[in-house]
């Protein structure tokens, strides 16, 4: 699309997903690229988890073609995922709340020492966890060995997104990740979801908060049942009109004039 | 203003969380396994006297505690793994009988020996793939389990105790398993397996995972970890364990009833919940639930002592079943609310 932006991370032709009777999503083309934070938005069944679960391979689409980095992909889980450089943080799991963050920041791909049992390797997983916390800026608060069941809900999601960070990857997927914060947290993950950007790391944000979401984006991609309505650079529409289109969709002036 | 951010600090800040980590480190989920222990250890001594100390060095009697434990170790893996094996105290009865009736039929004790684990191990596979394939809860299938094991039981004893064939009494493995070489054998099975289950549970890669599908399921397969080949392990190991102490019960009684680990799983189940395995799981630890077995085991030989009928232990067992659930919940929430202050 924007050849100076060079091969997309992550580029979907015509995709589409199909839950029985159900039309998800319907030919849906979309690119996200490095140290960009593009915006998913639309209202609730527009088919924007369902993309990004397309995307981290926990489902797979009825037809159409995934490009990761500009090599073709047909079948994917969220480990090749992962290893492909595709990490999400979706807003309700991702760090097993029963243990620490130390146990976590590794979890199911845990270093260990060369032998049958496969023993952990404490003291990387250590080293990690305080580079993750080094990451969000949180080091001094925090420490590996804290549960994270006694975590703020923030710091959680800081977690998460520093973890993705570490493993390095080239695409980070944030699902609502300001819903049911403070005020205050939800501001701190703004910043680290710029601070992110700026090393050079693709975001796609998901959000209900048109507002939020206009104030980071780069780019916004509008859904609406399945399909896109728009995908815009943000300079090329403000923030009211981009409230009507979803409020109103792209069929939604005909609708209004008919009734 | 001012308030909200010395609040503030209070919830985040450094030294509050490290002090409240640091007070809770003396409260841990096993404790009330080892308070009960010691406890009960010193009411039974009080009411009971010399004989209670005596009836603790008795062969019979610690063999039992050995071999609820090594049953314990399976049970507790697979709980803190985020399933349950009812089947436990059945697989117990028919791993013991089919012990014997292998021997008898002419096959050495070590070929017996393995052939019977390899049974366990497909029984563990079996209520893994009806639990994770089939999208039955473990309850209900080992419910199942349970009741085609103990039916196994029946028919392979005819309802009537068979006993280990004359002249196999002096084998090796069959006092590997239920004899005493210098002290109880079943005491070292269950040594050298709780330190080799609690290292693997605590320090390898398999044991992180275990807590992990336990504690929350979809995180984990989020991360990438392989959810269902985890659980499965766990359910086999549960099976094997018990499958062992099974055997070492028919090497140390040198027969088999139809009775044999009859209501076993419940006192398995109640050792691990006992012992601070937390229910729902991903939490808990191996050597609590063997306090828990250990605690249970004295309850039951401490009540006999004190000359109340044998039936009052279900009772008791009952009530320390959920008393440790109470416990359990109370501290471990109390834990977490505690470092969030």
């Given amino acids: 699309m924007n050849p100076e932006r060079g091969t997309p991370v992550v580029e979907l032709r015509k995709i589409s997903k199909q839950f029985g009777a159900v039309q998800a999503l319907v030919d849906v083309d979309f690119s996200a690229y490095a140290g960009e934070i593009v915006a998913l938005v639309g209202d609730n069944g527009a088919g924007k988890s369902t993309l990004i679960r397309i995307i981290v391979g926990i489902w797979q689409p009825t037809s159409g073609e995934i490009f990761y980095s500009g090599e073709k992909h047909n079948r994917i889980d969220p480990r090749i995922a992962s290893r492909l450089g595709i990490q999400a943080v979706h807003q309700d799991f991702g760090l097993v709340n029963t243990m620490t963050i130390e146990r976590n920041v590794f979890l199911g791909s845990e270093p260990y020492k060369a032998g049958l049992l496969r023993v952990l390797d404490r003291k990387r997983m250590i080293e990690a966890s305080k580079e993750v916390l080094d990451i969000i800026g949180m080091r001094s608060q925090i420490t590996p060995s804290s549960q994270v069941a006694t975590l703020s809900g923030g710091e959680i999601q800081a977690i998460k997104i ?27 993950v703004v910043e680290l979801t710029q601070e992110i950007r700026d090393r050079g790391v693709g975001v796609i944000f998901i959000s209900h908060d048109i507002h939020q979401v206009y104030g980071i984006a780069d780019r916004i991609l509008v859904m609406e049942r399945g399909r896109t309505i728009g995908d815009y650079v943000k300079t090329e529409i403000d923030v009211d009109s981009l409230v009507t289109l979803i409020r109103e969709g792209r069929t939604g002036k005909l609708n209004n004039g008919s009734s | 203003m001012a308030k909200t951010d010395a609040k503030q600090a209070f919830v985040i800040g450094e030294t509050g969380r490290r002090n409240s980590n640091w007070l809770r480190r003396f409260v841990i989920r096993e404790i009330g396994a080892v308070v009960g222990t010691i406890v009960l250890f010193l009411f039974f001594t009080v009411m009971i006297g010399s004989n209670w100390v005596n009836l603790l060095s008795i062969k019979s009697i610690l063999d039992v505690v050995a071999q609820l434990g090594v049953m314990t170790i399976g049970e507790s893996l697979l709980i803190i793994s985020g399933e349950f094996d009812l089947s436990v105290g059945s697989l117990f009865g028919f791993a013991g009988t089919l012990f014997i009736i292998l021997m008898a039929a002419g096959l050495t004790p070590v070929e017996s020996f393995l052939l019977v684990l390899a049974m366990a191990a497909l029984v563990g596979l079996f209520n893994a793939t009806l639990t994770l394939r089939g999208q039955i809860p473990s309850l209900i299938v080992t419910l199942g389990s349970l009741f085609i094991f103990r039916g196994l039981v029946y028919y392979g004893t005819s309802g009537f105790p068979i006993t280990l064939p004359a002249g196999l009494s002096h084998n090796f493995l ?40 336990g504690g929350d399921s979809r995180s984990a397969w989020a991360q990438g970890v392989p959810v ?96 440790g659930v109470l416990t359990n919940n109370g501290v471990y929430s109390w834990m977490k609310k505690g470092a969030r202050q």
């Avoid at chain 1, 493993?167 to 501001?187: F, G, M």
């Avoid at chain 2, 766990?234 to 139809?258: C, K, N, Q, R, Y």
């Fill in chain 1, 162 to 188: 520093g973890r993705a960070v570490y493993y390095k990857a080239k695409l980070i997927i944030l699902d609502e990740p300001t819903n049911a914060l403070s005020v205050r947290e939800r501001h701190r």
């Fill in chain 2, 174 to 213: 069959v006092n590997a398993l239920g004899g005493s070489f210098w002290l109880n054998n079943s005491l070292i099975w269950l040594l050298v397996l709780t330190v080799v289950f609690s290292f693997v549970l605590t320090r390898t890669v398999f044991g992180n995972r275990a807590f992990a599908v």
């Fill in chain 2, 228 to 323: 269902n080949r985890i659980k499965t392990y766990a359910f086999i190991i549960s099976s094997v364990m018990a499958a062992l102490a099974g055997m070492m019960a028919t090497a140390e009684l040198g027969s088999a009833t139809t009775t044999l680990g009859e209501s076993q799983e419940l006192s398995a189940i109640a050792s691990c919940v006992v012992g601070g395995v937390l229910l729902t799981g991903g939490v808990g630890s191996i050597w609590g639930a063997i306090v828990g077995a250990a605690m249970l085991s004295m309850i039951s030989n401490g009540l006999v002592m004190m000359g109340a009928p044998p039936y009052w232990f279900i009772t008791f067992v009952g009530i320390i079943l959920i008393i």
